[in-house]
């Protein structure tokens, strides 16, 4: 079967589109359905049921991690300020300044007066 997409009209190419997206929608049900078919039995081979394997089973999504520009995993900074009024409340210096630090700024406070 060969055919000139340049030949067909639009009509005749958003057929071909919808025939190619019902096919595609096809072919992964299929494909599911065989995944699930060789699970089955590779599960049964152990004497199990899939539902019995995956009834325990946590599924976690993989971290995210912020990478550097060496395309390495950065590390976090160590803080280096602190808020005196809540010393939970830590920055590191990287990134925007947390309101706490901006309104003891504008308190009077020095940077320096807040550092670790």
């Given amino acids: ?3 000139s997409l340049k030949d067909m ?4 190419l958003s057929k ?3 025939d190619v997206e019902k096919a595609l929608k096809t072919s992964e049900q299929r494909e599911r359905r065989d995944a699930l078919k060789a699970a ?3 599960v049964a081979e152990f004497g199990f ?3 019995e394997i995956s009834a325990g089973a946590k599924v976690k999504a993989p971290k995210k991690s912020k990478k550097g520009k060496m395309g390495r995993p950065r590390k976090k900074a160590a803080a ?3 808020n005196p009024a809540n010393p939970e409340q830590t920055w590191s210096g990287r990134g925007r300044k ?3 630090i ?3 700024l504008e308190s009077g406070a020095d940077i320096t007066d807040l550092e670790i």
């Avoid at 009209?9 to 005749?12: A, H, L, N, S, Y």
């Fill in 98 to 100: 947390p309101l706490w």
């Fill in 102 to 104: 901006h309104a003891a």
């Fill in 16 to 18: 071909l589109k919808k």
């Fill in 9 to 12: 009209t639009r009509k005749e």
């Fill in 80 to 82: 280096k300020y602190r």
């Fill in 49 to 51: 049921s899939l539902d």
């Fill in 1 to 3: 079967m060969t055919f």
């Fill in 40 to 42: 089955e039995r590779a």
